[in-house]
């Protein structure tokens, strides 16, 4: 077995941790929220900094041309009941690291955690990983401090790459944005600052259970984590935690007793009972890249139909989707300490879900290949359920996206997790969904509509890792699962 | 292992055809040439029917809109001595298929060829797969017949998918073109019509080594086939054998002896001792990916700058790279009887070689992350070199590229195999390729430019059944490998 697999899995395993004992984590987490200063206000665009609408185009920007723009979309498909419309977006181009350094302490791997302000943050600080920058960012386009720990991530000799990836954000709100989901294991001394702290993988996937608490861009990055390689695929979960307890280092009684826990790690490492194949899902996957079409244009963001632009907002003429707004911050432990960004609002609270069954044995995930007009390739594999809760409540039943009445009306029992996550508060608002995590039973149907399909954990962690299949919100509802 | 992955090995070695022994194919084929009419003549642009120059853009386009057209596209790049440049090309929106049928007739797996005419081909007729065919086509937008056996394509049921995903073509030609390889194997009684026939994988891969015979699109769509799965991996080469052996069904004897296709077939099904883990190869990938800006706008032909156009020719200032002409073309054996189109006509030969070497006892190719203007994501894997000759003619030995002065001076005990191939006779002009496998020994260097890598082909395997990472001329040159 990789070191690298079996030092993740004894590190999830492990929720004893000297530097920070999860009884203490929330003390030293609200003590860092009030050790400084956060103020953060709803201000009209006219009075940002830096930022202005471009007069030729209307898009709003920034003085430098870096950082990220509002822009407009023109939309024609032939997924879903609107077939062309237009629509603000968010253009980034530039490719930012979410990146956790992390270290072996007496043989356990730890990840450093930041405790970090985003001006759209519920809760205004949320725990990040230890570095998340865009390349405006940590060139300091801003003309403010270096993001820290950025040494590590730049110059990455004698360090270890764990993971590394480009994965999607947002495909509603982005256009075709991609981060760097970067894992480093140093063997070097690391002075811990103040905002941050060592944690385990056991102790960060309990913190993944409070509601808004761990960010969108630490959540992302934990999903890219390979518990399996080829060569563990083998070991079913019972022999594995024996190798485990023979190396008496962490306790695996929680798993005997929790039997869904144990269910999630067969998932993850059995490479024998999927429902379909690889090549299969594939294939499956193939066809509907050539039947669903999607033609997206970017304009001018003066020329988006049915949106308007008044003195605080950007907005739809029916109150629909979302909003742009302008906030001024003021901070006094980050790059700079006050500056003014547009974020985007959402009108509503959202609904991430899997649906998930056993079959054969072992669990599956119902996965949705979902379009997105900001997608990079048309459709990725999205959650069973991903919607604004808002927009569907007018529509006809026929109109609601499959299983969302399913789940909106679900026996209590079958709820194994229900959270409430924020997006990134970078560019987000408050923005909150519910993330569900569903059991069904026997009862429930394994035939389901054409661009559903039944993946076990371990086939929807190797197409993470092979990129641009499977989209954020999938990513971050998988992360709350645990051991994965 | 699974029933798919023997079924094509056992066809790979089987060469023994009672419907088209090798012996007579060559006479079949020269028969099938001159069984049909074609005559293929370069005409002025003004002479095309239902293809004109657009009055605003200067663009080359069909009066449908469909098909094709000739567009012009504006690059900056930091990869390469040329930082910005501008240039025609073929944007090609459509996704079309390239896809085998198959057949297991006594326990052997045939695949349907056709002799298809290109007006582009050298020699005219090349080998193809059974249907090549853009949606345009299939669907009739040149009113003319359906293209044969295209019912199995669109309708699958009682079919068996054995390879589809989709793939990239020549980025330095085309705007993101892709299509659908696929192979299906069909339990039907298939009629082989007049310009059809059976023939085994292992018919296929000597038919590779000649000059010009298996066209392109063929070529491709091999290089497609999954030889090994997770679970044959661990079967070694010898063992493979013995099975085959065992149905007494093919004569492993070839194998004896011949040394390098047995080498080829051991990096085919090694997954234990290559130079680089796949979680390696991918973080070397992003790396590139971030490290290499490449921005394409789509412009108007007649912006495009340094190019002229002629009545007969569209061409670089210089007389460098290519030029796109006009045809007309008469067959008796295509959907419609004649037409006129236009064609990408290049300068010159061009060069596409693997270097490769054995390392930990498993034979490794150094695979290229080549940037060019049409990729859909800013680089590709390619082989080793990869360019036209004459454009490098001129140029100082350190602006040329990595091992071509190397390849151009090879002592002649290391080349494997070198045969000359054809691009696209749909959209090229007898462009012609000098395609090369060469073996290096030991005192050849390991250590490699930050842009190249050594791979086992189980792994070059495996990242082209992900999708848009192996490029069109590597996976081409692929299947001369035999075996494979």
Avoid at 96 to 105: A, D, P, S, V, Y
Avoid at 213 to 236: E, H, K, Q, W
Wanted: proline share 4%.
């Amino acid at each position: 077995m990789d070191s690298k697999e079996i030092n993740f899995i004894i590190s999830a395993f492990t929720e004893y941790n000297p530097f920070m004992k999860t009884e203490d984590f929330m003390e030293w987490f609200a003590g860092r929220k009030e050790a400084h200063k956060f103020k953060i206000e709803l201000i009209p665009f006219n009075e940002m900094r830096e930022w202005s609408f471009e007069h030729s185009t209307g898009n709003l920007v920034h003085s430098s041309g870096k950082f990220f723009s509002i822009e407009g979309i023109w939309v024609e498909t032939n997924a879903g009941p609107v077939s062309t419309w237009s629509q603000p977006i968010i253009n980034q181009p530039e490719i930012g690291i979410l990146g956790f350094l992390t270290k072996r302490i007496d043989g356990i791997l730890y990840f450093l955690m930041q405790a970090k302000m985003e001006p759209g943050n519920i809760n205004t600080v949320q725990l990040a990983p230890t570095l998340q920058a865009t390349r405006s960012n940590y060139s300091c386009v801003h003309k403010g401090k270096k993001p820290h720990y950025i040494e590590y991530f730049l110059e990455k000799s004698g360090s270890k790459i764990l993971v590394d990836t480009l994965q999607s954000e947002q495909g509603a709100r982005f256009l075709k944005k991609r981060n760097r989901n970067i894992i480093i294991e140093t063997s070097k001394n690391i002075e811990v600052l103040e905002d941050y702290c060592w944690l385990t993988l056991g102790q960060l996937h309990k913190l993944c259970q409070h509601d808004n608490l761990i960010n969108m861009d630490a959540r992302t990055v934990l999903a890219c984590i390979p518990f399996m390689t080829y060569r563990i695929s083998g070991i079913r979960a019972d022999n594995l935690f024996e190798t485990i307890d023979k190396r008496k280092m962490v306790n695996v009684d929680i798993l005997d007793s929790d039997t869904f826990k144990s269910q999630v790690l067969s998932s993850a490492l059995d490479t024998e009972r999927h429902l379909k194949t690889s090549d299969e899902i594939i294939s499956w996957f193939t066809e509907l890249k050539i039947r669903y079409e999607l033609e997206v244009e970017r304009i001018p963001l003066k020329y988006v139909k049915n949106w308007q632009c008044s003195d605080n907002e950007i907005f739809h003429d029916e109150g629909k989707y979302f909003s742009v707004i302008a906030v001024s911050v003021e901070a006094d432990n980050r790059e700079i300490s006050s500056w003014t960004q547009p974020l985007v609002k959402s009108q509503d609270t959202g609904i991430v879900a899997f649906i998930m069954k056993t079959i054969n044995g072992v669990l599956h995930f119902l996965i949705q290949a979902k379009v997105e007009p900001g997608n990079f390739d048309v459709i990725e594999m999205a959650p069973t359920v991903q919607c604004i809760t808002g927009s569907y409540k007018q529509d006809k039943p026929l109109d609601r996206p499959p299983f969302l009445d399913f789940i909106l009306n679900l026996p209590p029992d079958q709820m194994r997790l229900s959270t409430l996550q924020s997006e990134e508060g970078g560019r987000f608002f408050r923005e909150n969904n519910q993330n569900m995590l569903i059991e069904v039973g026997d009862d429930f149907q394994v035939d389901v509509p054409d661009n559903y399909i039944w993946m076990t954990m371990n086939q929807i962690k190797r197409f993470i890792k092979y990129n641009n299949f499977v989209n954020v919100e999938a990513r971050c509802l998988m992360s709350s699962l645990g051991f994965i």
